[in-house]
């Protein structure tokens, strides 16, 4: 009879961490907790300005057959961003129409004054807007043809809202954009409005 000796294999050594390795996920830890910490602070100072806006565009519904709601959040007691969306409902042969038959614009705006029921802002905009442009005619005569396009348009405008004390809220702004990446679109977005909404 053979007698085998069983070799256990033996058990991998835990690792230990060193003095400078315990330091560093310290520090490691510590910046985290303190970028965490930071983000909280500033999420909670957000909240603390938490006053929301949602308006519809009384102009373009009116006179353009358009619709464009908007929805505002302010960020501090003079800054806020905020939605506007619009679909344009008026038929391509009208006589005068926007070109834009969808757009969704996120904007940002400051405001120059905060203390009377009407306050002056400037705006930074981006619409990113789809539509069709009229194409020159083949032939004389012929039907007109219209080509479809996608672009997005940086632009700025400027403005007043009046709230008053009930969060009952009316703006009105101007401003221009310009259409950045294809040559099928028109080169100016305009953005006008008279808003009509509350504040809540």
């Known amino acids: 009879m053979i007698l085998r000796r069983t070799i256990k294999p033996e058990k991998p050594k835990p690792k230990l961490i060193s003095m400078k390795g315990k330091k560093k996920m310290k520090k490691y830890y510590t910046n985290n907790m303190r970028k965490l910490l930071v983000l909280f602070t500033v999420f909670i100072g957000?909240?603390?300005?938490?006053?929301?806006?949602?308006?519809?565009?009384?102009?373009?519904?009116?006179?353009?057959?358009?619709?464009?709601?908007s929805y505002e959040t302010y960020i501090s007691e003079q800054s806020s961003i905020g939605l506007s969306v619009l679909f344009n409902f008026e038929k391509q042969e009208a006589d005068f129409r926007y070109n834009e038959d969808r757009m969704l614009t996120p904007f940002f705006r400051h405001y120059f004054s905060v203390k009377g029921n009407w306050n002056m802002?400037?705006?930074?905009?981006?619409?990113?807007?789809?539509?069709e442009t009229e194409e020159a005619p083949s032939l004389e005569g012929s039907?007109?043809?219209?080509?479809?396009?996608?672009?997005?348009?940086?632009?700025?405008?400027?403005?007043?809202?009046?709230?008053?004390?009930?969060?009952?809220?009316?703006?009105?702004?101007?401003?221009?954009?310009?259409?950045?990446?294809?040559?099928?679109?028109?080169?100016?977005?305009?953005?006008?409005?008279?808003?009509?909404?509350?504040?809540f």
């Open 121 to 131: 802002f400037g705006e930074v905009f981006f619409g990113l807007n789809t539509g």
């Open 46 to 69: 957000t909240l603390s300005y938490a006053q929301q806006e949602l308006k519809i565009d009384l102009l373009d519904a009116v006179a353009l057959k358009t619709v464009e709601i």
């Open 143 to 199: 039907e007109k043809q219209y080509k479809s396009y996608t672009d997005g348009a940086l632009g700025v405008a400027i403005g007043s809202k009046y709230i008053s004390s009930a969060g009952f809220v009316l703006d009105i702004y101007g401003g221009l954009g310009r259409n950045l990446f294809s040559d099928k679109s028109p080169s100016v977005v305009p953005r006008v409005g008279i808003n009509i909404g509350y504040r």
